[in-house]
């Protein structure tokens, strides 16, 4: 029955709905995205001295896969570092709300 009342609107209308659907469709997609974004932790390395000098040593080295070897390395030791400082700052705010 929903499907006859369709074919009676123009084609305007219908074009209206459509275009409706989408943008909602559009925003619902933006704003959960923009929420992962916003939570999610970061993809990429900051670019800070440090790291840029782990990268050239890495860079150094003579053949292509121990140079990505060294990288793989330092950045497992990079995210192992990133995931203590989260527990320590969970434990941390524990501490805090007790």
């Known amino acids: 029955m929903a499907q006859a009342s369709v074919h009676k ?20 997609a933006v704003a959960l995205l923009g929420a992962f974004a916003q939570t999610a932790a970061p993809l990429w390395m900051e670019p ?6 782990q990268v050239t040593r890495c860079q150094a080295l003579p053949p292509r896969q121990g140079r990505e070897t060294c990288r793989q390395r330092m950045a497992s030791t990079r995210l192992q570092d990133l995931q203590r400082g989260v527990q320590v700052a969970d434990r941390q705010s524990t501490r805090m709300a007790r």
């Open 9 to 28: 609107l123009s084609a305007s209308h219908r074009a209206g709905r459509a275009i409706g659907a989408t943008a909602t469709t559009a925003g619902l």
């Open 48 to 53: 800070s001295p440090e790291v840029m000098e």
